[in-house]
């Protein structure tokens, strides 16, 4: 639950709220734990609705009117399009940013409360090395320059690493001039087995510090290589899996029956078929040959040394 509140704040930064239509789903245990820990605050019930698509009715906005238990919110140019709605449907949750942030922190082992160094822009802690942590709500949105510049003066070994949502390759390209890390908030933050809390993966997180030159995500089945993903078919990703078990051993050639073991197929198709899927994510054909290398007569290789490979799972 908490994760999917990140993703609404990384859409729709600080001004996010999660509908009722939304949360009843998470109705339940987990749900009256962020109502009590102020993580979701409730607001007053919503008395408009929005209008039909492509209404000329002229009204802003539809009022909700009560049959009992029940609501609508009426069309007045189309009865077919009213709309029913329950009690839940009007409800709205404020989410409790510094609140929420707190969570994270706590997770992490941080001892002090965290703070918004710069709008959308959280501190968590510090770690032993003097590496500063930071929560960022919404990159594409962030004051770029003053953040650098905040993140410069607040840190003194200059060490940074910002964890966020989905950051576009822009984001992570700025990131990386100013020498700041990155790292995927779904791979540092995740829910505890029993829903009820948070689970900070420093392994995940260390990763991202060390940035490494290629990062594969074994459950996405997804690599991130010069600054560029790919994500691979279901199908494909063990050939892949197969290259990258060799890229830690002595030799890291894979020759053409161990890839071939994967599926019953010709090395050369299925090697081909992977350097296609990451020409059609956007890697050019150089690229593609550059990270899946040939070796003649012998088999395939990753063009990218073991201790560069963050692999995560």
């Not at 993580?39 to 539809?62: F, H, K, P, T, Y």
């Not at 404020?94 to 001892?111: K, P, R, S, Y």
């Not at 010709?266 to 078929?273: F, G, N, P, V």
């Amino acid at each position: 639950m908490i994760t999917t509140l990140l993703k609404l704040l990384n859409d729709a930064g600080d001004t996010a709220v999660l509908s009722g239509s939304a949360a009843r789903p998470n109705f339940g245990r987990v749900f009256d734990r962020l109502l009590k820990a102020r993580i979701l605050v409730e607001q007053a019930s919503l008395e408009e609705w929005d209008l039909c698509n492509g209404c000329e009715c002229g009204l802003l906005a539809r009022p909700v009117r009560s049959e009992g238990d029940r609501f609508r919110a009426d069309c007045p140019l189309d009865a077919n399009r009213d709309v029913g709605l329950e009690r839940d449907d009007l409800r709205v949750f404020e989410i409790g940013i510094a609140v929420l942030m707190g969570e994270i922190a706590t997770a992490a082992g941080f001892d002090q409360p965290p703070v918004e160094i710069i709008k959308g822009v959280w501190c968590l802690g510090e770690t032993r090395s003097g590496r500063g942590i930071y929560y960022g709500l919404n990159l594409a949105s962030l004051d770029r320059s003053s953040l650098i510049a905040i993140i410069r003066q607040s840190n003194k070994t200059g060490r940074a690493t910002i964890i966020a949502q989905n950051a576009s390759p822009a984001s992570k390209q700025w990131l990386q001039e100013a020498g700041i890390d990155h790292a995927k908030a779904d791979d540092v933050v995740k829910p505890a087995e029993n829903r009820l809390g948070l689970v900070f993966d420093h392994q995940a997180l260390d990763a991202a510090m060390s940035i490494p030159e290629l990062v594969v995500r074994l459950e996405a089945a997804q690599i991130e290589w010069q600054g560029r993903s790919a994500t691979f078919s279901h199908q494909i990703f063990p050939v892949f899996q197969r290259l990258l078990e060799k890229a830690g051993s002595r030799d890291a050639i894979a020759s053409g029956p161990f890839l071939e073991d994967t599926s019953g197929r010709e090395a050369k198709d299925l090697i081909r078929e992977l350097r296609d899927q990451m020409k059609t994510a956007g890697f050019s054909d150089t690229q593609s040959k550059s990270l899946i290398k040939t070796a003649r007569n012998r088999g395939y290789f990753l063009g990218v040394d073991a201790e560069n490979i963050a692999v995560i799972g």
